[in-house]
T-cell receptor, first 112, second 114 residues
Framework: AQSVTQLGSHVSVSEGALVLLRCNYS??????LFWYVQYPNQGLQLLLK??????LVKGINGFEAEFKKSETSFHLTKPSAHMSDAAEYFC??????????FGTGTRLTVIP | DVKVTQSSRYLVKRTGEKVFLECVQD?????MFWYRQDPGLGLRLIYF???????EKGDIPEGYSVSREKKERFSLILESASTNQTSMYLC?????????????FGPGTRLTVT
């Protein structure tokens, strides 16, 4: 069965610093991977997704993620954090025909 | 833009009450999902539906049921609400086309059972 693990339930960075949120996956088949963001009191919004092809995926708001098969990882990065990036981030993997298995989430705090 | 709406943002119910949470999507999506979100546990799938009148149990279906009488509407039912069902409930929908697996989420309903 496919699953993901997010390392670090809370991450704090200074404004302007690199953002790195970690996600490792487990899958017996080539995975389809996703990152979602949830701003306070809102639903989830897709940041980016990896299906096939290029392993470096660019998303919205300056975020990107790299699929590394050898490390079974799909970490999310942003070169320079902005105050508006403060939110909760979820990694997910496609499981079955149409379902997603979500990680437990990482809350990002940006310090001014 | 895809729009998924949920009937209430906040709901307070008493133990033992029957609770209905409604979700509507406007993009003619085949698939619809109900999740609950709890701190430290992420999103857990309660039920999903691939078509009208079809439903499948997710990872935590106990204490819940669902109804999908029309393609655009997916209802979550708590037959007899209990305090351990206090949570954020999120509805989502997706196309169901091969290669297009993105799920679109509603704003959520925060349910408190007292």
């Amino acid at each position: 069965a496919q699953s993901v693990t997010q390392l670090g339930s809370h991450v704090s960075v200074s404004e302007g610093a690199l953002v790195l949120l970690r996600c490792n996956y487990s899958s017996s088949v080539p995975p389809y991977l996703f990152w979602y963001v949830q701003y306070p009191n809102q639903g989830l919004q897709l940041l980016l997704k990896y299906t096939t092809g290029a392993t470096l995926v660019k998303g919205i708001n300056g975020f990107e993620a790299e699929f590394k098969k050898s490390e079974t990882s799909f970490h999310l990065t942003k070169p320079s954090a902005h105050m508006s990036d403060a939110a909760e981030y979820f990694c997910a993997v496609l499981t079955g025909a149409n379902n997603l298995f979500f990680g437990t989430g990482t809350r990002l705090t940006v310090i001014p | 833009d895809v729009k998924v709406t949920q009937s209430s943002r906040y709901l307070v119910k008493r133990t033992g009450e029957k609770v209905f949470l409604e979700c509507v999507q406007d993009m003619d999506h085949e698939n619809m999902f109900w999740y609950r979100q709890d701190p430290g546990l992420g999103l857990r799938l309660i039920y999903f539906s691939y078509d009208v009148k079809m439903k499948e149990k997710g990872d935590i279906p106990e204490g819940y049921s669902v109804s999908r009488e029309k393609k655009e509407r997916f209802s979550l039912i708590l037959e007899s609400a209990s305090t351990n069902q206090t949570s954020m409930y999120l509805c989502a929908s997706s196309h169901g086309l091969a290669g297009d697996y993105e799920q679109y989420f509603g704003p959520g309903t925060r349910l408190t059972v007292t």
